[in-house]
């Protein structure tokens, strides 16, 4: 059973900046494709970033506009999401996600077979 704990949420100034881990329980991040989704109150869950099997990452241009990253450490079996610039539309719980999957970046959530626990991201303007 594949565990994934993330860390790293919190209140945050619009403007600002966070970077959220994800802990996977054994050599997960670089077996599996992972990836990054959010949920405000309300609204699905939405993708942010991800990262497929062979580390290349990628992020929904369709809201980010570049300011969020995703990347990975086999290391520490931990991915992590970087947050900039963010505004108060990025408020919502993050979720952490892997899937059993090969070739691109997967984006929607029924693509993926674990998530972690969600982290409260609170942007404040």
């Known amino acids: 059973q594949v565990q994934l704990v993330e860390s790293g949420g919190g209140l945050v100034q619009a403007g600002g900046s966070l970077r959220l881990s994800c802990t996977a329980s054994?050599?997960?991040?670089?077996?599996?494709?992972m990836g990054w989704f959010r949920q405000a109150p309300g609204k699905e869950r939405q993708f942010v970033c991800g990262i497929n099997w062979s580390a290349f990452s990628t992020c929904s241009a369709d809201f980010l506009k570049g300011r969020f990253t995703a990347s990975r450490d086999n290391a520490k079996n931990t991915v992590y999401l970087q947050m900039n610039s963010l505004k108060g539309e990025d408020t919502a719980v993050y979720y952490c996600a892997a899937g059993r999957f090969y070739g691109a970046v997967g984006d929607n959530p029924s693509q993926y077979n674990y998530w972690g626990q969600g982290t409260q991201v609170t942007v404040s303007s």
């Open positions: 054994g050599p997960v991040v670089s077996t599996y494709a």
